[in-house]
């Protein structure tokens, strides 16, 4: 179960990203967080994680208050909460494999990771979970020599070399042609069914909302402004949502 409670996030300036945000993720559960650009949708992502730092307020983990952790806390806590970003976040000239492995950082001596040495077992994950995205053939090749659904698919093989419990997507589809972000989503939806991870996407469009999702919470200047089914959320309910005049996400 994660729990968000009262969560505001102030960045210097004084910029207001996030306002009194609650909401609550039971386990297992794929959650769509939907927003126009700039609503908050990848700053409420990255507090969850710690990437970015809350002002206020709580996030409760399986019982764990992520906000309160230390540093060596953290690093246990993210070892178990797997990241897809926009951008894919890769090593663009290291190897595919490399990149995957990436994603046992966390649980290895860090001097082997200076090295670029990794356990047997974990190069023999790191295949399989390529395998399971369907680019086993692309193992050493350079990351940016890849297609941009396919490093995504990279992308989503560092995360599943975490293990993790959690999976944080942020806009994981927004810079893919609907075709490539279908299969990508598809990917995303088989972890949480077949694996059991929870997953929290941030979405653009509302047809995957529609999709893939169990639940939607809608985000509006830093503000929480719906939380339900997917179906609750068609065009008129965003119209009323973002004013007559928002371009419809989707």
């Known amino acids: 179960m994660l729990e968000v409670?009262?969560?505001?996030?102030?960045?210097?300036?004084?910029?207001?990203?996030?306002?009194?945000?609650?909401?609550?993720?039971?386990?297992?559960?794929?959650?769509?967080?939907?927003?126009?650009?700039?609503?908050?949708?990848?700053?409420?992502?990255?507090?969850?994680?710690?990437?970015?730092?809350?002002?206020?307020?709580?996030?409760?983990?399986?019982?764990?208050?992520?906000?309160?952790?230390?540093?060596?806390?953290?690093?246990?806590?993210?070892?178990?909460?797997?990241?897809?970003?926009?951008?894919?976040?890769?090593?663009?000239?290291?190897?595919?494999?490399?990149?995957v492995l990436a994603g046992r950082l966390g649980y290895i001596n860090p001097a082997w990771s200076l090295l670029n040495r990794f356990p047997d077992q974990d190069v023999k994950n790191a295949m399989r979970q390529l395998a399971r995205v369907g680019i086993a053939d692309k193992a050493n090749m350079r990351a940016d020599e890849l297609s941009g659904g396919q490093q995504q698919r990279v992308g989503i093989a560092r995360a599943l070399m975490q293990d993790p419990e959690m999976i944080l997507a942020d806009e994981p589809v927004a810079s893919l042609d609907p075709v490539l972000a279908h299969s990508?989503?598809?990917?995303?939806?088989?972890?949480?069914?077949?694996?059991?991870?929870?997953?929290?996407?941030?979405?653009?469009?509302?047809?995957?909302?529609?999709r893939y999702a169990d639940r939607v919470i809608a985000l509006n200047e830093g503000r929480l402004v719906f939380e339900g089914l997917p179906s609750e959320i068609d065009d008129e309910k965003f119209k009323d949502i973002y004013g007559r005049e928002a371009e419809r996400v989707g």
């Open 5 to 99: 409670k009262n969560l505001t996030k102030v960045y210097d300036g004084g910029v207001q990203a996030l306002t009194d945000i609650s909401f609550t993720v039971p386990s297992g559960q794929f959650l769509a967080v939907i927003g126009l650009s700039g609503s908050g949708k990848s700053t409420l992502l990255r507090c969850i994680n710690r990437l970015i730092e809350p002002t206020a307020g709580q996030i409760i983990w399986n019982g764990v208050d992520i906000t309160a952790a230390s540093p060596d806390e953290m690093r246990r806590i993210r070892r178990r909460i797997g990241m897809v970003f926009q951008h894919f976040n890769l090593v663009h000239r290291s190897k595919v494999i490399t990149n």
């Open 184 to 210: 990508i989503m598809k990917h995303l939806e088989e972890i949480n069914k077949k694996d059991g991870v929870t997953v929290l996407c941030s979405l653009h469009f509302l047809d995957l909302v529609h």
